[in-house]
């Protein structure tokens, strides 16, 4: 665990935004929610995945086999890895565990050709939720994000709004979306305003 | 009197009456009308008046044909131009005027035009008003323009929401008509998603047309397919293009038929971007005109149309009418006429006989046919009065006094979208009319759209395919419902009559209604030359206006292979393009408008630049401070001050936008040396190297400094501009063509905020935030780099200056880069330290004659045309290096970098200003231009930088900028106005 003090002077893209978000928030059955999820630590991982020895290395860090298949996420506890590539993934954690995860990926790995490199603070996360979340993510991306489509455990790399940004499925069936912290005010309001016609209760 | 609404029936909602104007007129109609079947029901069937001619033109069709009633429709900042009175519905409180009536409706000047019509034939343009050449632009263009009108566009910002989706679907179904609706029916029973689009606001199409309708089958589809989860209806939706792997563009008119009463917040049009697995064209058909003397008189209808009046929005055009038609068809709109009331006068056919059922229907209630005639002329003025009717083959024509004129020239089958998408059409010689030929993408069509315009026949086409469209998509096994029961007349075979004989000198006969283009003005142009289908309409302007020729592309090509002696499929069609009807710009920019033109990055420090009042920089997308005025500064006294600082005491920069890259792997070095045009193996660990690259042109690319963490570890920084494409440059050389080199690149550019702090107290600064770290000489030299704490926050530390000025560049993760640029300013608000900007930033450099690449270059620039030779290592290869051996990189006249400090200290030179050696010369010859110029505080006077042909021999010379109003001296000089420690260089 890294020091309190300097993780409590921390400040995410969307720290000042927190009322604009709240004030989006859509209920009912058309509603929609958008929330960000700060600091989670976040690692990108090149490695070779023919390599066998790579991958039995990151399972004995992380706990998980690395996604080999295309777009697919694998998770084990707080820690999951998104395949972004052939032989790259980014690994996601818990706020404030970039520097044990990155100490164990380090440890594991030592000797290798890999690379592990803390980009926890490259990007936030954005979380958009609701019956109308894919309704207004349809509005930004031109992905096929049909249910049958894109399920829980799917992620893909994509633009966003004109941003680019990783978007996956949660377990929960919610929507999380990586971004850049220097788009995320940008990509955020993008939302919002994609988000306000469902707050409008209006039959046309 | 002659248009008139019938007292029940149709449609229409007459518990929900509606006003609305026209041409300043209030009017009356009901919920469910069009503009047009209200204005018809109104006897306002005068709607605009023609192109070129001016002459009065009346409602023509009934739906996306319509070339006539163009509308301009709102006022103020909502007005819209060239809406088709036949797809506007209805709203209380709409307002419309004709785009096309100069100077009124009633009585215009423009039909004096008609008289003179001798000047407007094929070509017109070209041949009328070729001199004097300057009247073009100046006086016939305007006139021209003014007269012939096509409506007006708002000046005000539209004031208007419009958004965008995408979707997708397993099967997208264009056309809600009964082929349509079938295909949908079918293809989501099988369990495919179906998306079904249709440009009314009600499906159905031909059903809700005719009096037999399916309305029982109509109703249960509808509500089967609304219970659908895996069905999206979309009525108000148009297909409008379709283009390649089955991408196709849909304009839904969400709140339009709301009028003012549109909820706000909602967006009016939405634009639907769809890929779908299969598609289904189910578009339907057009009637075509038939083409003879005074055809485009008001009260000359499409006989569909007039069916469509009266059985949908219960309206009838006129009283006494007169049916003219080719097929069988028009026979449907005589017995129509007949059940609402009108005075059928008689039903003129110019086939032999007329075998088919409806044609015996009609001669049963008494309907007059008369075989083997034609229409050879209509008149009238505002309104139709007569027809004249004669025997094909000769004979005397007779008149009748009617108001009402019902054509058919038979059908063609809405291929626009197939073209749209590579198919190839095919002539059907039975049918008289293009058909969908060879398929080129994952597609079908059904129905009319097909050429089978019977009843039956189309919804089977559309179960069918429907069923193979989802069967193709995944969803087989599934056997589509047998159709409803259709009782489809016996029809007799329709007649081709392009053009009725004996109609000549009779008067114009129109084949272009909105553009005014006549059968003569046609076989003119063919006599002329213009045998090409694609010339005949550029040269005649036919089917080139906004309805894209719907009614006319069909006969002219018709009357141009009869005029040339080719067949009709010799002849072939001009090209359909996407949109099929006119889409607003609205619609196209979506939410794209204003701060959401493009994205807006900003740094982790932003909210403290826009605390402090800076004035922001656009680069690339991010968001620069430029300047932070103080008190009323205005820029040129904020910059002086901020550079003034950085060079007397302390200045800080917000310097996070710069490309960052972790480049790690045993040949990481190696790498480097291939991309860089000096030399990285042998830097040390922890230190720092200004590089230059080069594209495999030998053209400077992007610069930076990179810094060795470790024996196989470096961090890349690049431009801030130049980021992601210097990312995907190393990626693209990794991946194609040294796949064998161990290196792994990494973007950490938002990783790492940068706070940047220049000047003689920087050390200071540091020694401060940062106790434990030696800041001295000696330990710490330039050029290093250093990991330590700095106001309590993990960072790398850089020595190193993009000024001149002693600096340290401090990186922190960028959550904490707010604190550490907060830590910086208390720490130096002793010092007087000073916020600066990108402007104070680039005079800083520039004195120091530090390029910036996309400034002192522009992809024609070598390093040695910098004077940058010191960069280029002779010993190693480096991508490029092969280049600099060319001719033409060697030339001893490439542009080369210089300073240029003009005569007169307080002028600064323009950006982008052209050098000349002599001013007097005629031609004056270009050597040179300003690439970056300044004010410098510094140095108390202007100065610049400059690409100049030979620069570096001319050190000491005068050259001229020649300015608006004045000629600039200035004296060429090395780019370099600073001397080695930083202290101005004077004279």
Same mark, same amino acid.
């Given at each position: 665990?890294?020091?309190?003090?300097?993780?409590?002077?921390?400040?995410?893209?969307?720290?000042?935004?927190?009322?604009?978000?709240?004030?989006?928030?859509?209920?009912?059955?058309?509603?929609?929610?958008?929330?960000?999820?700060?600091?989670?630590?976040?690692?990108?991982?090149?490695?070779?995945?023919?390599?066998?020895?790579?991958?039995?290395?990151?399972?004995?860090?992380?706990?998980?086999?690395?996604?080999?298949?295309?777009?697919?996420?694998?998770?084990?506890?707080?820690?999951?890895?998104?395949?972004?590539?052939?032989?790259?993934?980014?690994?996601?954690?818990?706020?404030?565990?970039?520097?044990?995860?990155?100490?164990?990926?380090?440890?594991?790995?030592?000797?290798?050709?890999?690379?592990?490199?803390?980009?926890?603070?490259?990007?936030?996360?954005?979380?958009?939720?609701?019956?109308?979340?894919?309704?207004?993510?349809?509005?930004?991306?031109?992905?096929?994000?049909?249910?049958?489509?894109?399920?829980?455990?799917?992620?893909?790399?994509?633009?966003?709004?004109?941003?680019?940004?990783?978007?996956?499925?949660?377990?929960?069936?919610?929507?999380?979306?990586?971004?850049?912290?220097?788009?995320?005010?940008?990509?955020?309001?993008?939302?919002?305003?994609?988000?306000?016609?469902?707050?409008?209760?209006?039959?046309? | 009197?002659?248009?008139?609404?019938?007292?029940?029936?149709?449609?229409?909602?007459?518990?929900?009456?509606?006003?609305?104007?026209? =041409?300043?007129?209030?009017?009356? !109609?009901?919920?469910?009308?069009? @503009? %047009?079947? $209200? +204005?018809? &029901?109104?006897? *306002?069937?005068?709607?605009?008046?023609?192109?070129?001619?001016?002459?009065?033109?009346?409602?023509?069709?009934?739906?996306?044909?319509?070339?006539?009633?163009?509308?301009?429709?709102?006022?103020?900042?909502?007005?819209?131009?060239?809406?088709?009175?036949?797809?506007?519905?209805?709203?209380?409180?709409?307002?419309?005027?004709?785009?096309?009536?100069?100077?009124?409706?009633?009585?215009?000047?423009?039909?004096?035009?008609?008289?003179?019509?001798?000047?407007?034939?094929?070509?017109?343009?070209?041949?009328?008003?070729?001199?004097?050449?300057?009247?073009?632009?100046?006086?016939?263009?305007?006139?021209?323009?003014?007269?012939?009108?096509?409506?007006?566009?708002?000046?005000?910002?539209?004031?208007?929401?419009?958004?965008?989706?995408?979707?997708? =679907?397993?099967?997208?179904?264009? !056309?809600?008509?009964?082929?349509? @609706? %079938?295909? $949908? +029916?079918? &293809?989501?029973? *099988?369990?495919?998603?179906?998306?079904?689009?249709?440009?009314?606001?009600?499906?159905?199409?031909?059903?809700?047309?005719?009096?037999?309708?399916?309305?029982?089958?109509?109703?249960?589809?509808?509500?089967?397919?609304?219970?659908?989860?895996?069905?999206?209806?979309?009525?108000?939706?148009?297909?409008?293009?379709?283009?390649?792997?089955?991408?196709?563009?849909?304009?839904?008119?969400?709140?339009?038929?709301?009028?003012?009463?549109?909820?706000?917040?909602?967006?009016?049009?939405?634009?639907?971007?769809?890929?779908?697995?299969?598609?289904?064209?189910?578009?339907?058909?057009?009637?075509?005109?038939?083409?003879?003397?005074?055809?485009?008189?008001?009260?000359?209808?499409?006989?569909?149309?007039?069916?469509?009046?009266?059985?949908?929005?219960?309206?009838?055009?006129?009283?006494?009418?007169?049916?003219?038609?080719?097929?069988?068809?028009?026979?449907?709109?005589?017995?129509?006429?007949?059940?609402?009331?009108?005075?059928?006068?008689?039903?003129?056919?110019?086939?032999?006989?007329?075998?088919?059922?409806?044609?015996?229907?009609?001669?049963?209630?008494?309907?007059?046919?008369?075989?083997?005639?034609?229409?050879?002329?209509?008149?009238?003025?505002?309104?139709?009065?007569?027809?004249?009717?004669?025997?094909?083959?000769?004979?005397?024509?007779?008149?009748?006094?009617?108001?009402?004129?019902?054509?058919?020239?038979?059908?063609?089958?809405?291929?626009?979208?197939?073209?749209?998408?590579?198919?190839?059409?095919?002539?059907?010689?039975?049918?008289?009319?293009?058909?969908?030929?060879?398929?080129?993408?994952?597609?079908?069509?059904?129905?009319?759209?097909?050429?089978?315009?019977?009843?039956?026949?189309?919804?089977?086409?559309?179960?069918?395919?429907?069923?193979?469209?989802?069967?193709?998509?995944?969803?087989?096994?599934?056997?589509?419902?047998?159709?409803?029961?259709?009782?489809?007349?016996?029809?007799?075979?329709?007649?081709?009559?392009?053009?009725?004989?004996?109609?000549?000198?009779?008067?114009?006969?129109?084949?272009?209604?909105?553009?005014?283009?006549?059968?003569?003005?046609?076989?003119?142009?063919?006599?002329?030359?213009?045998?090409?289908?694609?010339?005949?309409?550029?040269?005649?302007?036919?089917?080139?206006?906004?309805?894209?020729?719907?009614?006319?592309?069909?006969?002219?090509?018709?009357?141009?292979?009869?005029?040339?002696?080719?067949?009709?499929?010799?002849?072939?069609?001009?090209?359909?393009?996407?949109?099929?009807?006119?889409?607003?710009?609205?619609?196209?920019?979506?939410?794209?408008?204003?701060?959401?033109?493009?994205?807006?990055?900003?740094?982790?420090?932003?909210?403290?630049?826009?605390?402090?009042?800076?004035?922001?920089?656009?680069?690339?997308?991010?968001?620069?401070?430029?300047?932070?005025?103080?008190?009323?500064?205005?820029?040129?006294?904020?910059?002086?001050?901020?550079?003034?600082?950085?060079?007397?005491?302390?200045?800080?920069?917000?310097?996070?936008?710069?490309?960052?890259?972790?480049?790690?792997?045993?040949?990481?070095?190696?790498?480097?040396?291939?991309?860089?045009?000096?030399?990285?193996?042998?830097?040390?660990?922890?230190?720092?190297?200004?590089?230059?690259?080069?594209?495999?042109?030998?053209?400077?690319?992007?610069?930076?400094?990179?810094?060795?963490?470790?024996?196989?570890?470096?961090?890349?920084?690049?431009?801030?501009?130049?980021?992601?494409?210097?990312?995907?440059?190393?990626?693209?050389?990794?991946?194609?063509?040294?796949?064998?080199?161990?290196?792994?690149?990494?973007?950490?550019?938002?990783?790492?905020?940068?706070?940047?702090?220049?000047?003689?107290?920087?050390?200071?600064?540091?020694?401060?935030?940062?106790?434990?770290?030696?800041?001295?000489?000696?330990?710490?030299?330039?050029?290093?780099?250093?990991?330590?704490?700095?106001?309590?926050?993990?960072?790398?530390?850089?020595?190193?200056?993009?000024?001149?000025?002693?600096?340290?560049?401090?990186?922190?993760?960028?959550?904490?880069?707010?604190?550490?640029?907060?830590?910086?300013?208390?720490?130096?608000?002793?010092?007087?330290?000073?916020?600066?900007?990108?402007?104070?930033?680039?005079?800083?450099?520039?004195?120091?004659?530090?390029?910036?690449?996309?400034?002192?270059?522009?992809?024609?620039?070598?390093?040695?045309?910098?004077?940058?030779?010191?960069?280029?290592?002779?010993?190693?290869?480096?991508?490029?290096?092969?280049?600099?051996?060319?001719?033409?990189?060697?030339?001893?006249?490439?542009?080369?970098?210089?300073?240029?400090?003009?005569?007169?200290?307080?002028?600064?030179?323009?950006?982008?200003?052209?050098?000349?050696?002599?001013?007097?010369?005629?031609?004056?010859?270009?050597?040179?231009?300003?690439?970056?110029?300044?004010?410098?505080?510094?140095?108390?006077?202007?100065?610049?930088?400059?690409?100049?042909?030979?620069?570096?021999?001319?050190?000491?010379?005068?050259?001229?900028?020649?300015?608006?109003?004045?000629?600039?001296?200035?004296?060429?000089?090395?780019?370099?106005?600073?001397?080695?420690?930083?202290?101005?260089?004077?004279?």
């Amino acid at each position: 665990m890294a020091d309190a003090t300097l993780f409590a002077r921390r400040r995410s893209p969307l720290q000042d935004h927190g009322a604009a978000l709240s004030r989006g928030a859509v209920s009912g059955p058309r509603g929609v929610t958008l929330t960000e999820i700060p600091h989670l630590a976040q690692i990108t991982l090149r490695g070779d995945p023919g390599n066998t020895d790579f991958l039995a290395a990151v399972r004995s860090a992380l706990g998980l086999d690395l996604p080999l298949k295309a777009n697919t996420v694998a998770a084990a506890g707080d820690v999951s890895a998104l395949w972004l590539g052939p032989d790259e993934w980014l690994i996601a954690g818990a706020p404030d565990s970039e520097a044990d995860l990155t100490a164990r990926l380090n440890a594991a790995l030592k000797d290798q050709h890999v690379s592990v490199v803390d980009v926890t603070a490259n990007r936030t996360v954005l979380e958009l939720a609701g019956p109308s979340a894919r309704a207004v993510l349809e509005k930004a991306c031109g992905l096929d994000l049909r249910p049958r489509e894109f399920k829980a455990g799917q992620c893909a790399q994509t633009n966003l709004a004109r941003t680019v940004g990783i978007l996956e499925m949660t377990q929960g069936g919610a929507w999380r979306i990586y971004v850049r912290n220097s788009f995320a005010v940008y990509l955020a309001d993008w939302l919002l305003d994609a988000m306000a016609e469902y707050a409008i209760d209006a039959k046309f | 009197m002659t248009g008139f609404r019938l007292a029940q029936g149709g449609r229409i909602d007459r518990s929900r009456p509606l006003s609305f104007t026209f =041409a300043g007129r209030a009017y009356r !109609g009901f919920a469910g009308d069009t @503009l %047009a079947s $209200a +204005l018809i &029901a109104n006897d *306002a069937l005068l709607v605009g008046r023609s192109f070129k001619y001016h002459r009065p033109r009346g409602i023509y069709a009934a739906g996306a044909e319509e070339p006539n009633a163009l509308m301009q429709l709102g006022v103020g900042e909502r007005t819209e131009p060239n809406a088709r009175a036949t797809q506007v519905e209805l709203y209380d409180g709409l307002t419309a005027n004709a785009v096309n009536a100069w100077p009124s409706l009633e009585w215009d000047l423009g039909a004096l035009t008609g008289l003179a019509s001798g000047l407007f034939v094929a070509g017109f343009y070209y041949k009328t008003f070729m001199w004097p050449p300057a009247f073009w632009n100046k006086v016939y263009e305007p006139a021209i323009r003014r007269m012939a009108g096509l409506g007006t566009a708002p000046r005000e910002a539209d004031p208007d929401l419009y958004d965008k989706v995408h979707v997708h =679907a397993d099967v997208l179904v264009a !056309g809600g008509g009964p082929a349509g @609706l %079938a295909a $949908a +029916l079918a &293809a989501a029973q *099988a369990g495919a998603d179906v998306l079904i689009a249709d440009e009314q606001a009600e499906l159905g199409g031909s059903l809700l047309s005719a009096r037999a309708t399916l309305d029982g089958w109509l109703r249960a589809t509808l509500e089967e397919l609304r219970g659908m989860p895996n069905v999206r209806l979309l009525p108000r939706t148009t297909v409008f293009g379709y283009y390649d792997q089955n991408y196709l563009c849909l304009l839904e008119r969400r709140t339009d038929h709301l009028g003012p009463a549109a909820p706000a917040g909602i967006s009016r049009q939405r634009l639907w971007h769809v890929r779908a697995r299969q598609v289904v064209l189910a578009t339907g058909a057009h009637e075509r005109p038939l083409v003879f003397a005074g055809n485009d008189r008001p009260g000359v209808m499409l006989a569909g149309a007039v069916s469509t009046y009266i059985n949908r929005y219960a309206v009838v055009p006129g009283k006494r009418a007169v049916v003219f038609t080719t097929n069988d068809g028009g026979y449907r709109t005589a017995l129509d006429l007949a059940a609402a009331g009108a005075q059928v006068l008689a039903v003129v056919d110019p086939r032999p006989e007329s075998a088919g059922d409806l044609p015996a229907q009609a001669h049963a209630q008494g309907i007059e046919i008369l075989n083997g005639h034609a229409v050879v002329a209509a008149s009238g003025g505002k309104r139709l009065d007569s027809v004249s009717v004669a025997k094909l083959g000769g004979g005397a024509a007779r008149g009748v006094v009617c108001d009402l004129l019902a054509v058919s020239g038979g059908w063609s089958p809405v291929v626009h979208l197939f073209s749209q998408s590579q198919g190839k059409l095919r002539w059907d010689e039975a049918k008289h009319c293009f058909v969908p030929g060879t398929v080129t993408q994952a597609q079908r069509s059904a129905g009319a759209a097909n050429g089978s315009f019977a009843l039956g026949a189309a919804l089977a086409e559309g179960f069918a395919a429907g069923a193979e469209a989802a069967k193709d998509a995944g969803f087989g096994g599934w056997r589509a419902p047998e159709p409803p029961e259709v009782d489809d007349p016996r029809e007799a075979p329709p007649l081709a009559l392009w053009q009725v004989p004996g109609a000549e000198g009779r008067g114009k006969a129109f084949v272009d209604f909105q553009n005014d283009v006549t059968a003569s003005d046609l076989k003119l142009a063919a006599r002329e030359g213009f045998e090409s289908v694609e010339h005949l309409k550029r040269y005649t302007t036919t089917g080139m206006a906004t309805d894209q020729g719907k009614t006319s592309n069909v006969n002219a090509l018709a009357i141009l292979s009869d005029a040339t002696g080719r067949s009709i499929p010799a002849t072939g069609t001009t090209t359909f393009r996407a949109p099929y009807t006119p889409v607003t710009y609205g619609a196209m920019a979506g939410r794209d408008r204003g701060d959401r033109l493009d994205p807006i990055r900003v740094t982790p420090i932003h909210p403290w630049h826009v605390a402090r009042g800076a004035v922001f920089e656009d680069v690339g997308q991010w968001k620069r401070p430029w300047y932070y005025p103080q008190g009323g500064e205005d820029m040129h006294a904020a910059v002086r001050r901020e550079a003034k600082a950085v060079r007397t005491s302390l200045g800080v920069l917000d310097a996070s936008t710069l490309g960052k890259i972790d480049v790690r792997g045993p040949d990481a070095a190696e790498f480097l040396d291939r991309i860089y045009t000096n030399g990285f193996r042998k830097l040390g660990t922890g230190r720092c190297r200004y590089g230059l690259m080069c594209r495999d042109d030998g053209m400077v690319f992007d610069d930076g400094v990179t810094t060795r963490l470790a024996d196989d570890h470096f961090f890349m920084t690049t431009t801030t501009g130049g980021a992601a494409r210097v990312l995907e440059w190393l990626e693209e050389w990794l991946q194609t063509e040294w796949p064998h080199m161990k290196v792994y690149l990494t973007s950490v550019t938002e990783q790492w905020a940068t706070v940047s702090f220049a000047g003689p107290r920087a050390g200071d600064v540091l020694r401060e935030l940062s106790p434990a770290l030696a800041v001295d000489e000696e330990s710490f030299p330039f050029l290093s780099m250093r990991e330590g704490v700095v106001a309590g926050l993990p960072a790398r530390i850089f020595r190193i200056s993009f000024t001149g000025e002693a600096s340290y560049e401090v990186n922190v993760p960028s959550h904490h880069g707010l604190a550490l640029w907060q830590a910086v300013m208390a720490a130096g608000e002793k010092h007087g330290i000073t916020p600066y900007g990108t402007e104070a930033m680039h005079v800083l450099r520039a004195e120091k004659g530090f390029i910036i690449v996309g400034q002192e270059t522009d992809g024609t620039v070598t390093p040695l045309d910098l004077g940058m030779d010191w960069i280029v290592s002779k010993q190693k290869d480096f991508l490029g290096k092969r280049s600099f051996a060319r001719p033409d990189t060697s030339r001893a006249d490439r542009k080369q970098l210089v300073g240029l400090l003009p005569a007169d200290p307080a002028e600064v030179l323009p950006e982008g200003a052209q050098l000349v050696w002599d001013a007097a010369e005629s031609p004056i010859r270009m050597v040179g231009h300003v690439t970056s110029s300044y004010w410098s505080p510094n140095l108390g006077r202007g100065f610049a930088l400059a690409l100049v042909k030979g620069g570096r021999d001319h050190h000491g010379k005068t050259i001229l900028a020649p300015l608006a109003g004045k000629t600039v001296e200035a004296r060429i000089v090395a780019p370099n106005f600073l001397d080695e420690g930083g202290k101005p260089l004077h004279g």
